[in-house]
């Protein structure tokens, strides 16, 4: 990753905070699994979803700058709207799973999912309670205290920044139509597309003193529930879908879905939004 002198890469930052903290951050959400308090998967993902959300809520209070190759620097709010509109704001592990199985979102092998995801993004059937409660987590966490040495995992796809890498990307996912606050994060994209994400030096040393070197750091955030941004358009299309067509849609056609759900409730919604929330109200009767 890039930046010039006197800054520090989010990148970088993601390494000295995984280094100290992953092992522990990972053994309390898998001790939380095991409890049963928590629905893990759905809420967090995988173990090192967890973990990154920890590490990006940690930024909240901060001012980012954006970075190019050339060194230019611009400031850049991470979070903006009083909490509602965030930079690092995620699909949940469900929604993820729905762009990962449509190739046009997915892009040709799977380029949109590399991009964004990582490498290390796993596409998991919502559907399929043994992958998420047992396959995936039991083959990248094993037991014992090694988690330093597993493989990372992540069951969630970012809108504006590039997971790993911490760089906004130069073009928006074919996926950011579902989220509520699309057109704060295509403005960004639009403007600082490409760029690296950093601190300057001295908010980097606040940051460290904040997260690396105060021992209550670890103490405070377990358990919290962490909010990265507004949530995703599909929830509020499910709840009015409902409203409109209790009894499900029957002979309608998708454009007069559409037409009739902002009539009635004035929110707009794209088919897919739609047809995705649909699939998300299976999932929850099966459940």
């Known amino acids: ?73 611009a400031n850049l709010l991470i979070e903006v709207d009083q909490g509602h509109s965030n930079i690092f704001t995620k699909m949940s592990a469900i929604e993820s799973y729905f762009v990962a199985m449509d190739p046009t979102e997915a892009g040709e092998d799977g380029y949109w999912l590399h991009k964004m995801g990582s490498n290390n993004f796993v596409k998991i059937d919502p559907l399929d309670s043994k992958a998420w409660n047992e396959g995936i987590w039991e083959r990248k966490y094993p037991k014992g205290n090694n988690f330093a040495a ?93 409203i409109v067509f209790p009894n499900g849609r029957e002979d309608a056609g998708w454009k007069t879905v559409l037409s009739e759900i902002e009539k009635v409730t004035g929110n707009n919604y794209s088919d897919r939004t739609i047809r995705r929330a649909l699939q998300l109200q299976k999932i929850i009767l099966k459940g």
């Open 1 to 73: 990753m890039f930046c010039p002198v006197g800054y520090v890469t989010i990148a970088e930052l993601w390494n000295e905070f995984s280094q100290k903290h992953r092992a522990t951050l990972i053994q309390f959400i898998l001790d939380e699994a095991q409890t049963g308090r928590l629905t893990i998967a759905e809420v967090y993902g995988s173990p090192d979803d967890y973990c990154e959300d920890v590490f990006l809520a940690s930024f909240k209070s901060f001012s980012a700058s954006v970075a190019d190759t050339n060194g230019q620097v």
């Open 150 to 242: 597993a493989s990372y995992a992540y069951h969630t796809l970012p809108f504006a920044f590039e997971r790993g890498r911490y760089i906004i990307p130069d073009t928006l996912p074919p996926w950011h139509i579902d989220v509520m606050d699309e057109h704060y994060l295509s403005k960004i994209v639009e403007t600082f597309g490409g760029r690296s994400l950093c601190l300057s030096e001295e908010d980097a040393d606040v940051w460290r003193g904040r997260v690396l070197k105060d021992s209550t750091f670890i103490h405070k955030v377990k358990g919290e529930k962490l909010k990265m941004g507004r949530p995703s358009k599909i929830e509020s299309a499910l709840r009015d879908f409902n």
